[in-house]
């Protein structure tokens, strides 16, 4: 199959998750504006649209509390991005459980991944943090989960890292390749 680098476009070619943020730069209120509707105009399940965001900008309370949840593995580089995101998604509302709601979510957040790609920006989703801590930190209802953390800004400098990060910062982009993970027919035959 083709290099992805030959058929996709450049800024979902190009887009990566750095930890080296650059601790001078802000994200101004028209760009986050932008991030903020590329997520809102994401399909849903029944248009539902359960995705909710609590964004916190360097130096505002909101950032200061989403990174006091982060895993200290993530905390000691993603506080230093200009945007910390929390993505939260309602499992339950008004038709009860919303088996689909964690798959809209990451419908949503690409969108904004993208759209940050596409303006230059880089983002690093995090997984590591304390969805308790969040939900405390934010009284967030119980019929919403607190999923993930985006961290957002412009590329920085990865010697500013601690030396074990820098390595991973350095270590060449890997993806299966299709064959592995497009099938036809049947479970393992690869597509033709």
Do not use: C
Not at 25 to 38: C, F, G, T
Not at 169 to 187: G, S, V
């Amino acid at each position: 199959m083709t290099n992805a680098k030959n058929t996709v476009r450049p800024f979902i070619a190009n887009r990566r998750s750095p930890r080296a943020f650059d601790r001078d730069l802000s994200v101004d209120s028209e760009i986050l504006s932008s991030l903020l509707e590329a997520a809102r105009w994401a399909p849903s399940a029944n248009n539902i649209q359960p995705w909710r965001f609590i964004v916190g900008q360097k130096g505002d309370a909101t950032h200061k509390k989403i990174a006091s949840t982060l895993s200290e593995g993530n905390r000691i580089w993603a506080e230093h991005a200009p945007l910390l995101i929390l993505n939260v998604t309602q499992e339950v509302g008004e038709r009860g459980k919303q088996s689909y709601a964690w798959h809209d979510l990451g419908l949503a957040t690409t969108q904004m991944i993208l759209q940050a790609s596409s303006m230059e920006l880089y983002t690093h989703v995090m997984a590591g943090f304390s969805k308790d801590e969040a939900r405390s930190a934010f009284d967030i209802p119980i019929e919403y989960m607190p999923l993930t953390v985006i961290a957002i800004g412009y590329l920085g400098d990865a010697s500013n890292l601690p030396e074990k990060l820098q390595k991973r910062e350095n270590a060449p982009r890997l993806r299966k390749p299709l064959e592995e993970i497009t099938f036809q027919n049947t479970w393992g035959e690869s597509l033709a």
